[in-house]
Each structure stands twice: as structure tokens, then as C-alpha cells.
């Protein structure tokens, strides 16, 4: 088992959709908060959106941190997301995320559609 790298809390501050090349709509939902050795974190889900009754699919991260100690720093992962049973939520699974200092995460989180959050555990990959 890899070693806890933090967490990272982050609210929901919007949503833009876009279809793609191949005709599907896209959401784009944008969160803002704190990451554990990244400071001030800022960015993006993407996912297609699910034919009716799906309860799981696709995502990607694109993303911004900026630490206080150091230059700002982006990311990218693609992973997974599940819905919670039961609730307006979904766990995400990013089994790596690529942030332009070198470093490789994996994260876990969940998205609260209701509480308008995403908060989760990173690890090193």
C-alpha cells in the first residue's frame, strides 16, 4: 500500500458543457480549495455524461496548484468515477495523476453533488 501524499477539500464553483467530436455532451465541473503540499489548488472534471441509468464511467483531472513555497504547478489523471449507492454522489478513482514537478499520485475522493464538494486522499503512485 503506497503512503498517504494528503488530502485535498475542494468546493464546486460551476459547470460548463461542451459536445465532443464524437457528439457526446461533455461536463466540465469546476472546483477550487486546498491541497495537501499544493497549496491553493484549482481545476477541472471532465466526464461524459451517462446515458440515463449509468452508474459509472469515465473522468479526467486538469488542474492547478500553487504552493506557497514554490512555483505553481499543473496536473493531469484520468480515472474513473462510481456512483454511491443510494445518494447524489460519486467516487472518483485516479490511479495516476501527473503534476508537472515530476510527481505521480493516485487519489481518491468523492464527489458530493448535494454539498457541492470534492474531498479526498492522495497517495504516491
Not at 83 to 101: F, R, T, Y
Request: hydrophobic residues 35%; negative net charge.
Amino acid at each position: 500500500m503506497a503512503d498517504s501524499a494528503g488530502e485535498f477539500t475542494l468546493n464546486h464553483t460551476g459547470n460548463a458543457y461542451a459536445k465532443n467530436d464524437d457528439d457526446v455532451v461533455v461536463a466540465y465541473a469546476n472546483y477550487e480549495g486546498t491541497a495537501t503540499g499544493f497549496g491553493t489548488v484549482m481545476g477541472t472534471l471532465a466526464f461524459p455524461l451517462p446515458v440515463q441509468g449509468a452508474t459509472s464511467g469515465t473522468v479526467t483531472w486538469t488542474g492547478q496548484g500553487f504552493p506557497p513555497d514554490r512555483d505553481p504547478s499543473t496536473s493531469f489523471g484520468e480515472g474513473t468515477w462510481e456512483q454511491v449507492e443510494g445518494s447524489h454522489a460519486w467516487k472518483i478513482n485516479m490511479p495516476s495523476l501527473a503534476v508537472s514537478d515530476g510527481t505521480n499520485l493516485r487519489t481518491e475522493g468523492v464527489v458530493d453533488l448535494e454539498a457541492k464538494t470534492f474531498n479526498g486522499q492522495m497517495f504516491e503512485a
